[in-house]
């Protein structure tokens, strides 16, 4: 009788510790998960992009499109609130990429080159080629 009562208080108290330990994990902020300002600015941004173009219906092909178009035009205009523009190199080597891959789809320079436009956007690539910069 006696042991099953010391053996009962050990695992609450160690049911109590583990406990303990998981919910101080969950708290616990890393800085190496911190995300970088431009990070930060896109996901606001494609969030705000999001919601603007949510109530737009996308039944025809064209109405696609349409949303696609408004909500890369509210991530621009957003990013732009926030000091960012679009980087003239980046613009630079997409016209090379956007040739040859207009080349090899068969599709026009514009449209490939709107396409790498929409996926850069959403990127923070922390080369001298991404998408966004901060003007000095």
Not at 16 to 44: H, R
Not at 68 to 88: E, F, I, K
Request: net charge positive; hydrophobic share 45%.
């Amino acid at each position: 009788m006696k042991t099953s009562r010391i053996f009962a208080v050990l695992c609450v108290l160690l049911l109590g510790c583990a406990g303990f330990w998981y919910w101080q994990s969950l708290t616990e902020i890393e800085p190496a998960s911190q995300q970088s300002d431009v990070v930060q600015a896109i996901n606001q941004c494609d969030l705000i992009a999001s919601k603007a173009a949510a109530g737009l219906p996308e039944v025809l092909p064209f109405q696609k499109l349409e949303k696609a178009a408004r909500q890369s035009r509210v991530l621009d205009r957003c990013m732009q609130d926030r000091g960012y523009a679009q980087n003239p190199a980046w613009v630079t080597e997409a016209n090379r990429q956007a040739q040859r891959i207009a080349h090899e789809q068969g599709v026009s320079e514009a449209e490939a080159f709107e396409t790498l436009r929409r996926k850069a956007m959403l990127e923070a690539a922390p080369s001298m080629t991404s998408y966004w910069r901060k003007p000095a």
